[in-house]
């Protein structure tokens, strides 16, 4: 059945089915912590992801003749979806809208987060060098903090500090995806290491050369996503306890990402670093914890392992 196929012919419960395949086959590092979550939670964050994925898609599909008509229309089906409408003849026809509708109604989350979502991978329709760390800010806080803005709902909370410290954990997410992308970014006309800094190192926007300075300007903007990491740490014991361990391994992973990053020396214009599957297991395991919490993660770590046997 096509994601396209109308909402009429099927439910809710194959509309979350739907986005729980999507965020096992393509969530690379998200999927693994959603492993520690309820059920309930985790085919929340399937559906969260599922809208997420599809935004991501239509702002870098190139196959997509005109994506800044594809992008408007996709807001106005959020419209409509967020209004109540994901059945009958009317609705917006994608298989994601009824889960993402029943999940933001379920757990309480704000509209303007997707607004702004679509508006941050809207500003990569075109060409883009980002100037400033400021606008590096606004570009992180569109396309990854309303992520952690959104998600943390589905945790829980009870201190609005966490909102804050949702923000600035996206930041570190981002500048630490942007430090892995330098090179397929560039080749798509992105260049999101800001001017100012690439003019401070002497580095050229172009070819990154030299590579010493370019080293140099790595390691500095390295230097900011572990402030971030930093200053987002104490959001961990804001969520509700169900949910530490699934956001532990997230941050972990992404932590873990940044680390290969500087070990690597930086070289990501030579290729593309990444965390293995195995490793991604093994900080499952690590942010479970101990006594009860662990012996339910073993049945999930091997749940993980058959999905990456069935993936290789």
């Not at 509700?240 to 214009?269: P, T």
Request: aromatic share 10%; with cysteine.
């Amino acid at each position: 059945m096509s994601a396209e196929t109308q909402l009429t012919s099927h439910g809710l419960s194959a509309s979350y089915a739907w986005c729980e395949k999507v965020a096992r086959s393509q969530a690379k590092n998200f999927y693994y912590s959603f492993l520690l979550l309820s059920a309930e939670k985790r085919r929340a964050m399937c559906a969260i992801y599922a809208f997420m994925r599809y935004c991501d898609d239509l702002s870098d599909d190139e196959g997509i003749a005109d994506r800044a008509a594809a992008i408007a229309q996709w807001r106005r089906d959020l419209t409509s979806a967020l209004s109540g409408n994901t059945a009958g003849e009317t609705a917006p026809g994608h298989l994601v809208w009824p889960a993402f509708a029943d999940t933001v109604q379920r757990f309480r989350i704000p509209h303007q987060y997707f607004f702004d979502m679509i508006e941050g991978v809207s500003s990569d329709l075109e060409p883009r060098r980002i100037r400033t760390f400021e606008e590096l800010y606004d570009y992180c806080y569109h396309v990854a903090s309303v992520v952690g803005l959104t998600i943390v709902h589905i945790f829980g909370f009870k201190e609005p500090e966490a909102l804050q410290l949702a923000e600035e954990c996206g930041i570190a997410f981002q500048i630490t995806n942007i430090l892995r992308d330098v090179r397929e970014d560039a080749e798509k006309h992105r260049v999101y290491l800001p001017a100012e800094d690439l003019e401070r190192f002497h580095v050229s926007a172009e070819t990154f050369e030299p590579r010493d300075r370019f080293r140099e300007l790595m390691a500095f903007e390295a230097g900011r996503a572990r402030d971030y990491f930093r200053q987002s740490a104490p959001l961990v014991g804001m969520v509700e306890a169900g949910s530490r361990a699934s956001l532990r391994a997230l941050i972990a992973i992404y932590a873990r990402l940044l680390d290969r990053i500087v070990d690597s020396n930086y070289d990501v214009l030579a290729r593309r670093i990444r965390v293995s599957t195995p490793e991604k297991i093994w900080l499952l395991v690590r942010s479970a914890g101990d006594g009860a919490v662990l012996l339910s993660a073993i049945a999930i770590v091997l749940l993980a392992v058959l999905l990456w046997l069935r993936a290789a």
